[in-house]
């Protein structure tokens, strides 16, 4: 009985967190991480600023939540968009014909947002700025470079195949190859071609980054 009330403090906790979470998302998306005032994150998402600094520290410390959301969906994605690409079928499978697959899913599955692209490039830039925030990000990056080579390695193993570099370094190319689309995009006021991204120019980049496993 006595740990209910507890229990209770916790589940609450976490409710504040996951809506100022969600609150951020579509202020910062509206007005950029600097002009975003925590009076009207907290407005949105229906709380005091006494909820905000009681989760962060800072609107920094929220986006870095907000980013990890993001990218832990994204990577929920791809994980999905793989097992359906590799799962067993009975039949002779062609890798590049699994790569297609996988490239053509993406595409069609994990939205290229500009303006998404725009905040994280904000967040970088101020982070690169703070040693504190610039330690916390590179964490985070890591974290997310790993989770998709684990994809990778697992999509290679099924295909047996092998990545004739580190997955890691693998990765960090095709995410390199991505940001320079968008960034493109960006600057050109266009939209992201990410159905040439990734049914064309990521296959090829993977066909030269992996072999057939050696016994």
């Known amino acids: 009985m006595t ?3 507890q229990r209770r403090e916790t589940r609450r906790r976490a409710e504040t967190r996951r809506r100022l979470i969600a609150a951020a998302r579509e202020v910062f998306l509206e007005h950029s991480i600097r002009d975003a005032p925590v009076e009207l994150i907290c407005e949105a998402a229906g709380f005091s600023r006494g909820a905000f600094y009681s989760n962060f520290e800072t609107k920094e410390d929220l986006f870095l939540a907000v980013y990890e959301e993001e990218m832990t969906a994204r990577i929920d994605q791809t994980r999905q968009i793989i097992e359906r690409a590799v799962a067993p079928t009975g039949e002779d499978r062609s890798v590049h014909d699994a790569i297609l697959q996988i490239g ?7 939205v290229a947002d ?14 690169l700025r703070s040693p504190h925030l610039r330690l916390r990000a590179g964490e985070y ?3 997310i470079t790993e989770a998709v080579a684990e994809l990778m390695q697992h999509a290679l193993d099924e295909l047996d195949m092998q990545a004739d570099v580190d997955t890691r370094d693998a ?3 095709l995410i390199a190859i991505y940001d320079a689309e968008l960034e493109r995009a960006v600057f050109s006021n266009t939209d992201p071609n990410m159905g040439t991204l990734f049914t064309e120019i990521f296959p090829r980049v993977a066909a030269a980054l992996i072999v057939p496993r050696q016994p």
């Not at 053509?104 to 994990?110: F, K, N, R, T």
């Not at 303006?115 to 982070?127: I, K, N, Q, V």
């Open 171 to 173: 990765v960090r190319a």
């Open 104 to 110: 053509a899913a993406c595409a069609e599955s994990l």
């Open 3 to 5: 740990d209910q009330p």
């Open 114 to 127: 500009k303006t998404w692209y725009l905040l994280l490039t904000e967040f970088r830039a101020h982070a």
């Open 141 to 143: 990056l890591v974290q």
